[in-house]
């Protein structure tokens, strides 16, 4: 389950292991297209990483902290520290390759 964060809960959850960030916006159709992409992942994963969807708008200082100038954008975090990013829509076995190798 991808579960939405804002900033403040972001800051006060425990950041070890592998978290997948979705940075998105309400407004933005690739963003849709990667919502339910990202919702299969993350029951596919569960066991490897957690999952969480971060609007740009309501959350700007997050993502700026992030440096998300498009989205959407997949942020990957190791123990809290950014490993990896991917930028645009991309299909489910590409993303699900891209979290697997950072993890």
């Known amino acids: 389950m991808v579960?939405?964060?804002?900033?403040?809960?972001?800051n006060?959850?425990?950041?070890?292991?592998?978290?997948?960030?979705?940075?998105?916006a309400t407004w933005?159709?690739?963003c849709k297209m990667l919502a339910p992409?990202?919702?299969?992942?993350?029951?596919?994963?569960?066991?490897?990483a957690?999952?969480?969807?971060?609007?740009?708008?309501e959350n700007p200082d997050l993502?700026?902290?992030?440096g998300i100038m498009n989205i959407p954008a997949v942020v990957v975090l190791k123990d809290g520290q950014k490993v990896d990013m991917n930028v645009g829509f991309v299909?489910?076995?590409?993303?699900?390759?891209f979290v697997s190798k950072n993890l």
């Open 63 to 66: 993502a700026k902290e992030y």
């Open 37 to 48: 992409v990202l919702e299969e992942l993350s029951e596919e994963m569960a066991a490897d």
């Open 12 to 24: 006060s959850m425990d950041k070890t292991g592998i978290s997948v960030l979705d940075f998105n």
């Open 28 to 30: 933005c159709g690739p």
């Open 3 to 10: 579960k939405s964060i804002t900033t403040q809960e972001f």
């Open 50 to 57: 957690k999952f969480y969807s971060v609007d740009t708008d």
């Open 91 to 97: 299909p489910k076995e590409a993303l699900k390759d």
